[in-house]
Nanobody, 122 residues
Framework: QVQLVESGGGLVQAGDSLKLSCAVS????????MGWFRQAPGKEREFVAT????????DYADSVKGRFTISRDNAKNTVYLQMNTLKSEDTAVYYC???????????????WGQGTQVTVSS
């Protein structure tokens, strides 16, 4: 059984940085394409970032491009989301997700973590 556990969320001020982590267990991590999504109160869950199985390809939502960086460490079975220059509109529950595959994708994911809250005060 695949398990994803996010950590690193918290309360920060606008302009601050935060780094989220997602530890994956249950299957060979390097077989997964990984993604980060978020859901703000009253809104639908939205795509944030994705990284290919090898880590060589990434994709970002326009709203975070240039501020957020997704990365992975296949030796540690962990994917990261470095978030810089945070804005109040980045406030949301952040989820990591996994799917077996090769290419970074915004599409359907099969496995999800429980989420970690990020709150940005202005």
């Amino acid at each position: 059984q695949v398990q994803l556990v996010e950590s690193g969320g918290g309360l920060v001020q606008a302009g601050d940085s935060l780094k989220l982590s997602c530890a994956v267990s249950g299957r060979t991590f390097s077989t997964y394409v990984m993604g980060w999504f978020r859901q703000a109160p009253g809104k639908e869950r939205e795509f944030v970032a994705t990284i290919s199985r090898s880590g060589g390809s990434t994709d970002y939502a326009d709203s975070v491009k240039g501020r957020f960086t997704i990365s992975r460490d296949n030796a540690k079975n962990t994917v990261y989301l470095q978030m810089n220059t945070l804005k109040s509109e980045d406030t949301a529950v952040y989820y990591c997700a996994a799917r077996v595959g090769v290419t970074a994708t915004r599409g359907r994911y099969d496995y999800w973590g429980q989420g970690t809250q990020v709150t940005v005060s202005s």
